[in-house]
């Protein structure tokens, strides 16, 4: 993990322990965490050790345990469970599409041209991966021409 995935690890699992009373003196605590480890990935793993799939799912259990009336909470670990979707990976791809400065009528195009809808949020994983990847392409392309004074922005 990076210092700012532990650092937000830690928080979140502070945050489990103060929502529960659960204190050094009164709990293992590290045994109900590593208990949380096993619930969310089905084996013992170090945190240490944790890919950014791994501490999505993780996360998703200090959040249920922090409030399990949370529906959103809810839904991703239904979606973990099922095997249906991957909540943390659909954020993160949702994240690079929209750090790639493109705007979004463009993006909203992209997406009809290849998938014949404008939700590009409403898409498979992998057609979410293709459509970050094509869109990646572009903006570097983009940025290549900007610097080479080949770009014009359309009016």
């Known amino acids: 993990m990076t210092p700012k995935q532990t650092k937000l690890y830690w928080l979140k699992w502070g945050q489990v322990c103060e929502s529960h009373g659960w204190t050094a003196l009164n709990t293992d605590l590290d045994a ?3 208990s949380c480890h096993v619930l969310a990935l089905g084996t013992p793993k170090s945190s240490k050790d944790f890919s950014n ?12 345990l922090i409030d399990s009336d949370d529906l959103a909470t809810q839904i991703d670990r239904q979606a973990y469970e ?4 991957d909540p943390g990976e659909r954020k993160r791809i949702l994240h690079k599409i929209a750090s790639l400065g493109l705007e979004q009528p463009y993006i909203t195009k992209v997406t009809r041209n290849m998938y014949h809808t404008s939700r ?3 898409l498979t ?3 979410l991966l293709n459509l970050r990847n094509t869109l990646a392409n572009r903006a570097r392309v983009r940025d290549q021409h900007q610097k080479a004074g080949l770009w014009e922005r359309p009016s």
């Open 125 to 127: 994983l992998d057609q």
């Open 120 to 122: 590009f949020t409403d």
């Open 32 to 34: 109900r965490r590593k």
């Open 82 to 85: 099922t095997g249906d979707d």
């Open 53 to 64: 799939a791994d501490l999505d799912r993780v996360l998703n259990v200090f959040s249920s």
